[in-house]
């Protein structure tokens, strides 16, 4: 079956090496941008960048020709894939860097022109005024904390705006932008799916995983034509901005199972630059040699002619003889009955927004099943998944940070997560300013519900409780040792742990999820996110999330199941100080939930405290891994623990951004809530 993936349209851009360079008719330049033999410089370092600084420094291209992306017929946007290499030359000290480079799709090139924002994109202000709209992907390397920016180091995605819809630390991947080195950008969004998808790396090869996915719907924005090109900025700062190469293609229908990068930059509708080419300059007069020579060309080009027939050919028969080979293989294998059903892997469906409307009957009241300060649960039916629970987020704030939320939970979700103890992720939309995310049902509810609920606490045994744990335990090694890039959950509590109808527990809420590496550098502070009760004492004090701060939340869930007290009770004792004093006046047991009514070994109960007393230890280099600490729950040997709680001196950071609140899970509306910062990755 023959797939429709490409204009037939090819475009091509040559230099040749005798003449100066000069602006090639398919490009349209701005402001700064220069072209040279083998790249296009955006901006370039100015000298002057300390003591006189410029204005503006500003440099855009664009193909000349506008780009079809809509069929007004259908209201159907075109897919579309982009491969290009750039250069950030970073100024010598004591002179700032520049703002940075964007991949950019615009409606309309010459009123984007007069805009003077970030990168060159039109600052909100100027938006008011611009009768167009714009897709911009940024690697950006100016940190603006009015922009929401989350560091000199990432790459976002902008729709209309300069505050990114979503954003990632290019540091997960090891990629600095400022080390001018060649840096490879993958850009593809896929229609059917309403999803882009980002890489980044410093070789031609293109990573297995991308480092950003964020679901955008372009039918709405795109229209019937668009511009394609990139924009740059130094702002007042300096910087030497180059793109070295460039494919772009479009495609009406794009299979999951095609990967279009692997097509040939042959096929490609913008491809910069291309080899050289040496020209024949005609003067119009007869000349036998002309014409001798122009002979002998048709005479090789009919043989080469019949040559490549020939090749077509013979290629065409080898083709059909492995085909039926394979076929009769095939045949034989499905005989012997070796060949299994290929169940393809399950991924998030994109849903309609009247779908899940019908599905929770309007959002009715009484299909909530919980009410958090960020999303709203709700049980619903929904062919052909069942039961299903359906998040709803709060409607974005001009910060976007519900917005965020959804994007960090939703790529986190889709980045092939897959373990019996986290929530799995089967549908998903994004429509009308509504973002929805629909997991599994689970029956039985939260850990949170059932644990601190007076008629219900009693479903759960002591054996159950320990399966729990181990349920947890087991989900957090998976995120933190056996993901391709660890994972820091930021968010374990009783609340995010919910209950399908055997009791086993699945971890959910990854909407503050972070990316972790081990042999990182030094990691920038964040401003704190979690829940009062749950969080790392190092954690609220530095801002610095690791492993070992997900270990300290999972040891409060650990003495919060065996003790079936909250975090933090009505009067503000922590559950973790309360423990620590019976350890210390040897009366431990005593701290076991009175519903379990003593049905218990009293060693297995000793254990399970002190598992979570080691994992609460105020020095963070004295608590276990995950692994450890499940082997300690299965009945393995328990480090020594000091007779008091170890007292640690933490060096606090000072956040510049004012702390939120953040409501306790569980708690009552007339209790004192805690107020905890933002961090990077969830903006509330």
């Known amino acids: ?64 020709h506008p780009i079809r992306f809509l069929d007004s017929s259908f209201n159907s946007t075109d897919s579309f894939f982009t491969r290009f290499t750039f250069t950030v030359i970073p100024p010598p000290p004591p002179c700032i860097s520049g703002e940075g480079i964007a991949f950019l799709i615009t409606s309309d090139s010459n009123s984007l022109s007069h805009s003077v924002g970030s990168l060159g994109l039109p600052k909100p202000i100027d938006l008011k005024t611009l009768d167009s709209s714009f897709l911009a992907v940024e690697f950006d390397t100016n940190f603006d904390q009015g922009l929401d920016d989350i560091n000199d180091n990432h790459v976002g995605v902008d729709l209309d705006s300069i505050v990114s819809v979503a954003s990632v630390d290019l540091m997960t991947n090891r990629i600095n932008l400022k080390s001018g080195k060649q840096i490879t950008a993958w850009i593809e969004y896929r229609n059917p799916e309403k999803i882009i998808q980002i890489w980044v790396g410093y070789t031609q090869t ?87 020579k122009r002979v002998f060309q048709l005479a090789v080009g009919l043989l080469a002619l019949n040559l490549i027939l020939i090749l077509l050919t013979v290629g065409f028969v080898v083709f059909y003889m492995c085909v039926l080979k394979r076929r009769n293989q095939m045949q034989d294998l499905m005989e012997q009955g070796q060949i299994r059903t290929f169940q393809e892997k399950k991924m998030p469906r994109r849903l309609e927004l009247s779908v899940i409307r019908s599905a929770t009957k309007g959002f009715s009241r009484n299909q909530i099943i919980s009410q958090r300060p ?191 007290r909250r975090p933090v009770d009505e009067n503000g004792t922590m559950m973790t100080d309360w423990v620590w004093d019976l350890w210390e006046d040897k009366e431990l047991v005593a701290a076991a939930d009175p519903n379990l009514m003593g049905r218990f070994h009293r060693m297995d109960m000793e254990m399970m405290l002190m598992a979570g007393l080691i994992c609460v230890h105020p020095n963070y280099e004295m608590r276990p891994t995950m692994k450890e600490a499940m082997r300690m729950l299965q009945g393995g040997l328990l480090p020594d623990l000091p007779a008091t709680k170890p007292t640690v001196m933490i060096r606090s950071v000072n956040f510049d951004r004012s702390p939120e609140a953040v409501v306790r899970c569980g708690v009552d509306e007339g209790m004192t809530s805690w107020g905890t910062p933002k961090s990077h990755f969830s903006k509330h």
Not at 234 to 248: E, V
Not at 530 to 555: C, H, I, N, Q, R
Request: with cysteine.
């Open 1 to 64: 079956m023959i797939i429709k993936l490409l204009f037939l349209f090819i475009f091509f851009f040559t230099f040749t090496s005798s003449s100066p360079p000069t602006p090639p008719l398919n490009f349209t330049m701005f402001g700064t941008t220069i072209l040279n033999q083998t790249s296009i410089t955006l901006t370039h370092h100015h000298n002057n960048c300390i003591s006189n600084p410029p204005d503006s420094n500003i440099g855009r291209v664009f193909y000349k």
């Open 374 to 564: 960020s999303a709203t649960v709700y049980e619903a039916n929904l062919p052909p998944y069942g039961n299903v629970a359906v998040k709803r987020f709060r409607q974005p704030t001009k910060t976007g940070s519900f917005g965020s939320q959804f994007a960090a939970e939703f790529a986190t979700m889709v980045g092939s997560l897959s373990h019996k103890n986290l929530m799995q992720l089967q549908g998903w939309c994004c429509e009308r300013n509504e973002l929805v995310l629909v997991y599994e049902y689970m029956p039985n509810g939260s850990l949170d519900k059932i644990l601190h609920t007076r008629i219900t606490p009693s479903r759960l045994n002591f054996g159950t409780r320990l399966n729990v744990l181990l349920g947890v335990s087991s989900a957090l090694i998976y995120l933190h040792e056996e993901c391709e890039r660890p994972i820091i959950h930021r968010n374990v509590k009783s609340c995010n742990i919910m209950l399908d109808v055997d009791f086993t527990p699945k971890l959910g809420d990854f909407g503050t999820a972070e990316l972790y590496e081990h042999s990182s550098r030094a990691r920038e502070a964040t401003v704190p996110a979690g829940t009062m009760g749950y969080l790392a004492p190092e954690y609220v004090y530095s801002g610095v999330p690791t492993v070992k701060t997900d270990v300290y939340s999972f040891g409060v869930l650990v003495l919060e199941v065996a003790s079936g």
């Open 206 to 292: 293109k990573p297995e995983n991308p480092i950003l996915v964020s679901p955008i719907d372009l039918s709405k924005r795109f229209s019937g034509y668009m511009y394609v090109g990139f924009s740059a900025a130094n702002g007042r700062g300096s910087a030497t901005h180059l793109i070295d190469s460039w494919y772009f293609k479009t495609s009406e229908s794009m299979s999951p199972i095609i990967d279009i990068d692997a097509i040939g930059p042959g096929n490609c509708f913008i491809c910069f630059p291309v080899a050289p080419v040496k020209e024949e300059h005609e003067t119009g007069l007869p000349n036998n040699h002309h014409k001798d």
